[in-house]
């Protein structure tokens, strides 16, 4: 489902956040300027207290900007009120959570039905939907169990079904693979990059530098700036490998 | 452990006060039934003791000298001094009524103190103040400060005075179960209104030292002073009995109610307390990990829970001592005085209160605090699916909010049952209990159901029943007037006498309503209430016999009727039977329907007015009026109940909304906005909350139909009188019981759109 | 050669006296302005401090020989009335070529770390905004050689080149991680 690609998706102008906590106000995230186009695949790298997690939050409209812009599909939507937020949420974002990305007191699989549903799709297409992302994450096995089964990696997992349940165009993700060993990371992975080779735009904040490599850029966030925006390099394997593998040939 | 205890107090300071605040009105409403039942059906008790009664009174001749008598007799402790006594006439704008004037100074006395309810004792500075007894008072509609007019019986003197006050007395029975009412005034006055000494009894009361040695004692006080001076003896056991309620109806009743307000409350008790648990359990697994052992966690969440237990049966304790005086005073015929806090049972709802929070706590402390710590914290509710219904409803498109919050409500079985259980009993007691209204009023505006076609009796007095009729028929207010006869006969094999009635005739009977087979149509054909027909062992169509004054007449019971004279056991029939069968021809009087629309009094008044003040015109008494106390008894408990079933709704809610919290951020998300967020968090509560009072309200009416034929049989009045309550007022119970879920939810719920998803509450 | 200082023998550290190892400090210390042989030793320990040895003033005058024999300085003798004559030294345009080529070239290879760190404390010199680039740059290319793993592994059946592959990414992320690090406590 290759749509529009290249067409600007997500821009922001200037987008600060600051805190107001009962004492020093702590800025965020300060005059950040990123765009995202169509089909898109960003990873945002940064140490903690960087403002990552408060930057995808913004832009997923789970969280007020304090100052700046953000434009999504030519709209500006940091001023929409939250409802009007929630209806964006529903057809055009998916967004995966550090914690409680899911609905406690229903299965997994109600969860990523539920998604699909609130997308718009009819019961027999959300079913298949559902079917279809859990099987590709490995957990039809789990499909019935309670979130609160499953270990913090598995339910992230879910997470990522669920947010990609209601085919969004844009998928925001915090951490996806943070909980994960590397098998379940490759899964994850493996999924992204799936959803990316279909047109689908990611963004999303990692640790994991095997995630952030499977990115088309790499932005790196630092004490609430922008400090690098670049695409990731293409280096031929030959060549980077006499140092770091010892490989004939 | 103390600190922890302190600590969570302050912090979950509303669900505290609200532990409380049910335990305090467990603890009233129950104390007030008991007091309400005691005061009811035994005042008499009370009254003793706060009056300082004697046990024995003596109407004697004047000049009687009983200095002896102490001396004499074995077993007196004190003799009060005579009080001057004489017969009067009670006059009021279209009513005269006997009464008794005793005099008394403004000192009360020590013995047999009248006890003030309102108003003032006798007052040396007003000679024309006089104090009524107090059910007398309400009998006659006279209060405090109101000026009637009293006569001496010949009619020669009289006096207006003034009421300054009402006051209660175990002297006598209640009015109007024993006559005449009393009214105390200054020996002054009673010179004034009765000059001659001859007309004046002396009225002396007897403390003795063994209540049971009473009949003994009477024997030889009479013998002592000579049967010639003793007017009229009265002992405890007649006051005490008359101020009992004879119909255990009301104790059925009030017992009844007291027993599934019991239910009630310890429904809310657990309800409350278990759901409070539950919400701390996480506290509970936190305690666990920082080192106390399940047994201490079990012990510091029972201690904080008894803590707050004491404090509301404190409270309530307070509550039922301030509002039973109250409760009672506002209902006629009962004494606010004579409900002291009954002991035994105050002990009894106060341990039993304090053993059910105890134990409501223990148990879900106890499971909680062997969870291991993990699990504890984790505490999440169990899975349940996004059912077939609640996803075909999502894909139909209707509202997301509705069907999320609806699905929500049964996620908790357990907690779901015992919610919807918590507040459907209240529902079920309130339902009846509107029941029970309708059907009082019901009797009430339509007293012909119970048998009061009439309104007015009219004795002719000094005239004849001639002259009687033709001032009746002059009146246009009258529509139709019954020669009526009260004929005492002897119940063949029983010592007993009852009181039949001859209703007008055969040809034209009062109208009695009959729920079975029909009226009299001719002489030696009778009508007779459940009561009476179950007294004599008869049914509708059977023959019954009694002796008037010699001659056995036998009666052929033709129909059965409902009224509520002489407890119920009413035997009524033409006048002309009697005649023919040559049965002494007793009083008679006249039963008068009025018009519709007019006012007993005003008709009254008038009768009066054109008979010169000779008729004998009384209003006929409405039982009605006795089941008061069942009026405002509901009142409370209706009430008391309501308040139940919030604190449930209440619990319900909180742990509901802690459920949800967690999940605020994923549907959020979703895509949900912050107002389809809110619907479901009221939904749910919503829900649970209709569902249960329907449930409550349909099982109520059955109920209160079956329940309130049980009771008019048990009272005589057969069945055919339920009147269950209204289809609009069981519609606006139900709507204001959404209305209050919905209000409790909304308001139980923070302000969750304004929590920033980043604030990670921790994996 | 037994090593010196307060990290010898703890961390395998470097020497800078291996082969041309310190050429390009003081390549960088001249870049700033010309210095003799005792100035250089200096200005190497103040940087470099307790992370390596002290150097050896001998072999810093061997580096600086085989620089100016590759014509990147140039050494000119300053007269000194009251003392012995010292050697200055200066960086050449060729010198100054290859010293930017190598900052801005991304570090590679056995030594990749030590060599990194040595830019990014020479460009404490320079300034901060200089460490940025130094540290994105050498992001972007970790990034890339992760990339290119990943293909790589994509690409290759049989557990074992697998897990040799698996064995360098995690050893990447190790050092993206530091470069998180240097990036907090340097810049």
């Not at chain 1, 959570?97 to 297409?125: H, I, P, W």
């Not at chain 2, 008391?640 to 909304?657: D, P, Q, Y």
Request: glycine share 10%; net charge positive; proline share 6%.
């Amino acid at each position: 489902m290759i749509t529009d690609t290249g067409r600007l998706l997500l821009r922001t102008v200037s987008l600060t956040k600051i805190f107001r906590g009962d004492g020093v106000p702590v800025p965020a995230v300060r005059g950040v300027d990123l765009s995202l186009r169509q089909g898109e695949f960003a990873a945002i790298t940064g140490p903690s207290g960087s403002g990552k997690s408060t930057l995808l939050h913004m832009l997923g409209g789970l969280e007020p900007p304090t100052g700046g812009e953000i434009w999504l599909n030519g709209e500006r939507v940091d001023t929409l009120s939250q409802a009007r937020w929630a209806i964006v949420r529903r057809r055009h974002i998916g967004f995966v959570f550090q914690f409680f990305n899911l609905v406690s007191n229903m299965t997994v699989a109600d969860n990523v039905e539920l998604a699909a549903l609130m997308g718009g799709a009819t019961r027999k297409q959300a079913r298949a939907r559902r079917a279809e992302l859990l099987g590709e994450l490995g957990l039809t096995a789990k499909a019935d169990a309670a979130p609160a089964r499953l270990s913090g990696g598995e339910q992230q997992r879910v997470a990522l079904a669920r947010a990609m349940a209601n085919r969004p165009s844009l998928l925001l993700a915090d951490e996806p693979t943070g909980n994960l060993d590397s098998a379940a990371s490759m899964t994850v992975l493996r999924l992204l990059g799936q959803a990316h080779a279909d047109g689908q735009a990611i963004l999303l904040v990692t640790h994991d530098a095997r995630v952030a490599s499977g990115a088309d850029r790499v932005i790196s966030l630092f004490d609430g700036t922008v400090v690098d925006d670049a695409s990731i390099p293409l280096i031929h394997p030959q060549a980077s490998l006499p140092h770091v593998l010892k490989l004939r040939g | 452990m103390a600190r922890w205890i302190r600590a969570d107090l302050m912090a979950s300071t509303g669900q505290a006060i609200a532990v409380a605040v049910v335990v305090a009105g467990v603890v009233t409403a129950l104390l007030l039934s008991a007091g309400v039942l005691q005061g009811a059906t035994n005042p008499w008790a009370g009254l003793f003791a706060a009056t300082r009664g004697a046990q024995i009174w003596l109407h004697l001749a004047p000049g009687t000298n009983v200095r002896r008598l102490r001396s004499e007799v074995p077993g007196i402790v004190t003799v009060t001094a005579p009080y001057p006594a004489t017969a009067a006439t009670l006059v009021q704008p279209g009513q005269r009524t006997r009464v008794e004037l005793r005099a008394m100074d403004a000192a009360p006395p020590a013995i047999g103190r009248p006890l003030r309810v309102s108003g003032r004792w006798l007052d040396r500075s007003e000679v024309n103040g006089v104090v009524l007894e107090a059910t007398f008072a309400q009998a006659v509609h006279v209060a405090v400060g109101s000026t009637v007019t009293l006569e001496n019986l010949d009619g020669t003197g009289g006096s207006r005075v003034r009421v300054i006050g009402l006051a209660e007395t175990a002297d006598q029975g209640f009015y109007p179960d024993q006559t005449p009412g009393l009214i105390w005034v200054l020996p002054a006055l009673l010179r004034a209104i009765e000059p001659d000494p001859a007309h004046t009894e002396e009225v002396v009361g007897l403390q003795i030292a063994d209540p049971d040695a009473t009949g003994f004692v009477v024997q030889q006080v009479v013998t002592q002073l000579g049967s010639s001076s003793v007017g009229s003896v009265s002992t405890w056991q007649q006051v005490e009995q008359s101020m009992a309620r004879r119909d255990p109806l009301l104790g059925l009743l009030l017992a009844l109610f007291g027993l599934v307000a019991l239910g009630a409350a310890v429904l809310a008790i657990v309800n409350v307390t278990a759901g409070r648990v539950l919400v701390q359990q996480a506290e509970l697994g936190m305690l666990q990990t920082l080192g106390f052992t399940p047994a201490q966690v079990m012990v510091m969440l029972t201690a904080e829970h008894a803590i707050l237990a004491c404090a509301g049966i404190a409270v309530g304790l307070v509550a039922a001592r301030l509002l039973t005086p109250l409760l009672l005073g506002s209902v006629p015929g009962v004494s606010p005085a004579s409900a002291a806090l009954p002991g035994r049972w105050a002990v009894l709802i106060v341990g039993g209160t304090f053993v059910a929070v105890v134990l409501a706590t223990a148990l879900p402390a106890w499971r909680a605090a062997r969870l291991w710590p993990v699990a504890a914290v984790r505490a999440v509710p169990p899975r349940g699916h996004l059912s077939r219904l609640a996803a075909t409803a999502m894909a139909a498109r209707m509202p997301p909010a509705v069907v999320l919050g609806a699905r929500a409500a049964f996620v908790r079985r357990m907690t779901a049952a015992l919610t919807i259980v918590g507040l459907a009993v209240p529902m079920v007691m309130i339902t009846i209990g509107l029941g029970f209204w309708a059907t009082l009023d019901q009797v009430r505006e339509h007293p012909a159901d119970i048998g009061l076609a009439a309104s007015v009796t009219v004795s002719p007095g000094p005239l004849t029943m001639g002259q009687a009729a033709a001032l009746i028929g002059r009146d246009p207010d009258v529509l139709a007037a019954y020669r009526c006869v009260k004929a005492t006969a002897l119940v063949p094999g029983e010592t007993t006498t009852i009181t039949t009635l001859g209703m007008g005739t055969s040809a034209d009977p009062y109208p009695f309503r009959v729920v079975q087979g029909h009226l009299y149509r001719a002489p030696e054909q009778a009508v007779a209430t459940q009561a009476l027909l179950t007294a004599f062992g008869a049914r509708v169509g059977q023959f019954v016999q009694m002796d008037f004054g010699g001659v056995p007449v036998t009666f052929r019971i033709v129909g059965r009727i409902i009224d509520a004279q002489y407890d119920g056991e009413v035997l009524a029939y033409g006048i002309d039977t009697l005649a023919d069968e040559g049965a002494p021809a007793p009083i008679g009087f006249y039963s008068l329907v009025l018009r519709r629309g007019v006012q007993p009094g005003a008709a009254m008044s008038r009768l009066l007015r054109m008979s010169g003040g000779r008729l004998d015109v009384e209003p006929v008494s409405d039982p009605a009026d006795q089941l008061g106390v069942v009026d405002a008894a509901l009142a409370a408990l209706i009430v008391v109940l309501a308040f139940i079933a919030l604190t449930s709704l209440l619990t319900a809610s909180r742990v509901g909304n802690r459920d949800h919290q967690r999940d605020v951020q994923v549907l959020r998300a979703m895509g949900l906005t912050p107002a389809q967020l809110r619907t479901a968090v009221v939904v749910r509560t919503t829900v649970l909350a209709v569902l249960a009072v329907t449930i409550g309200a349909v099982i109520g009416r059955a109920a209160s139909g079956f329940l309130i034929s049980i009771v008019s049989q048990v009272y005589g009045l057969g069945a055919g009188l339920a009147t269950p309550a209204s289809a609009g007022t069981t519609a606006v119970a139900i709507a204001l019981a959404a209305v209050s879920a919905a209000l409790a939810a909304a308001l139980t719920t923070r302000t969750q759109d304004r929590i920033p998803a980043t604030v990670a509450l921790g994996p | 050669m037994p090593v010196k200082g307060l990290l010898a023998g703890r961390i395998p550290a470097q020497r800078l006296e291996r082969a041309g190892a310190m050429r390009m400090p003081l390549l960088a210390l001249l870049a700033k302005e010309p210095a003799h042989g005792y100035e250089l030793k200096t200005q190497l320990e103040q940087i470099f401090g307790e992370a390596y040895p002290s150097p050896n003033i001998g072999q810093i005058y061997v580096t600086l020989q085989r620089l100016e024999r590759d014509g990147l300085v140039r050494s000119q003798d300053v007269v000194q009335t009251t003392r012995p004559n010292k050697r200055v030294y200066e960086l050449t345009e060729a010198g100054h070529e290859a010293l930017v080529a190598w900052m801005d070239r991304p570090s590679e290879g056995p030594r990749v770390r030590d060599d990194f760190f040595m830019k990014l404390a020479l460009s404490q010199l320079a300034g901060t905004a200089v460490g940025i680039g130094l540290i994105n740059r050498q992001r972007r290319h970790y990034l890339g050689q992760m990339r290119s793993l990943s293909v790589l592994a994509a690409a290759s059946d049989g557990r074992i080149p697998r897990l040799l592959i698996e064995g360098a990414m995690l050893h990447l992320q190790a050092d993206l991680d530091w470069l998180q690090r240097c990036q907090e406590e340097l810049v």
